[in-house]
């Protein structure tokens, strides 16, 4: 399984924010098109990748949503935005809670997040224009990668993490995260199809 974590500095944390501005809900729009690049194909889905969302947004960060397509999911690439307003009104206090079939809100921070992700067996990559040549890394089936949005990473958080964490690079550009999640699946498609 590969994991994308996608965080965001800004992205509203509460189902209250509007369809029609998402770029005044932390640049939700961000959020969605990197759905949309972690999961759709051409006539299909991928059930091969597991989205997790942590947003550190107002009104009550963080919020961290773990989405993956199963075949009980009712998904379209023009509701992503709605399932995502629709998970953050069902958060509820204290809890991992399964909103749809494969979707499920908690708090949790992002540091959190990774220890988690750790612990399962995953090995973890950062997206660091600096980082090693994704094309001559060694990369394992169940891997993460964290990218964030237009802000960036939490730098204390990387801090920490850059000494446990492996830095890979797509290339010398620097790319819009949608493009980043597609440029990865890409890779691994070739590795492991």
Do not use: W
């Not at 770029?23 to 972690?38: F, L, N, V, Y």
């Not at 969302?53 to 992503?80: A, C, N, R, T, W």
């Not at 540091?111 to 394992?140: C, M, W």
């Amino acid at each position: 399984m590969r994991h994308f974590l996608y965080f965001s500095k800004n992205a509203q944390t509460s189902g209250n924010f509007d369809l029609q501005n998402l770029m005044k809900a932390g640049r939700m729009d961000i959020a969605i098109h990197t759905i949309i690049a972690g999961f759709f194909l051409s006539n299909d889905f991928r059930d091969d990748v597991k989205m997790h969302l942590v947003f550190y947004g107002m009104p009550d960060p963080p919020k961290h949503i773990e989405m993956q397509v199963v075949p009980e999911l009712e998904i379209s690439k023009k509701d992503i935005g709605n399932l995502i307003k629709k998970i953050l009104y069902k958060y509820r206090q204290g809890e991992k809670h399964k909103v749809f079939p494969g979707c499920f809100v908690e708090k949790k921070s992002f540091l959190n997040v990774v220890q988690e992700l750790q612990k399962q067996g995953n090995e973890i990559f950062i997206l660091d224009k600096k980082g090693q040549d994704i094309r001559k890394a060694k990369i394992p089936e169940n891997c993460v990668f964290i990218l964030g949005d237009q802000d960036g990473l939490p730098k204390k958080e990387i801090r920490r993490l850059k000494k446990t964490i492996n830095p890979i690079s797509i290339g010398p550009k620097m790319y819009f995260a949608s493009q980043t999640v597609a440029i990865v699946n890409n890779e691994l498609d070739r590795r492991f199809s």
